[in-house]
């Protein structure tokens, strides 16, 4: 029986994940047979084996080549981060005081509304017991008629004793 030859292997790349597909041919027609001509045996392997699961790293997890520190690239870049820096502080340094000023003036105006609250309270009160006041000056001058000759008043009003 003569020797199989060696597995044939496809390699494709497709989104970042190389794909290597063998393929085993039969030399004899026996092995033809029970084989069935070509078996094909996917794997999936990562493009790059140091990246983990195949996921592309963002550009800034990238590793860079060092930079020359005297060259005219470095420098640029280094005043455009220091800029972008003092623009960064500037922005949080506003934003802070902008807090500061909001709760100042919400401080003011709450302090207003509780002066508000105890004014009105106040004059609820007054006005509760001048309400109170008047009525009792009603109750007490609303007297139930006395009883003259024994007889009740009539329900009607006052009585005219027969005229």
Do not use: C, W
């Not at 790349?13 to 004899?28: C, P, R, W, Y």
Request: glycine letters at 6%; aromatic letters at 2%.
């Amino acid at each position: 029986m003569s020797r199989p030859s060696q597995p044939k292997i496809n390699i494709t790349e497709h989104n970042g994940v190389s794909v290597i597909q063998t393929q085993a041919h039969a030399s004899s027609s026996s092995l033809l047979g029970a084989v069935g001509g070509l078996q094909q045996v996917p794997q999936l392997v990562p493009a790059n084996p140091s990246s983990a699961g195949g996921k592309a790293l963002p550009p800034s997890k990238m590793k860079k080549p060092p930079a020359d520190k005297e060259s005219d690239e470095y420098r640029q870049r280094r005043e455009r981060n220091n800029l972008a820096v003092k623009k960064s502080r500037m922005r949080s340094k506003q934003k802070a005081m902008d807090t500061q000023q909001r709760v100042n003036e919400l401080k003011e105006e709450n302090e207003r509304l509780e002066a508000k609250i105890k004014l009105l309270s106040k004059e609820l009160s007054v006005l509760k017991d001048l309400f109170l006041e008047h009525a009792h000056n009603l109750a007490d001058n609303v007297q139930p008629p006395s009883v003259v000759d024994g007889s009740s008043p009539a329900p009607n009003g006052p009585s005219t004793n027969g005229q």
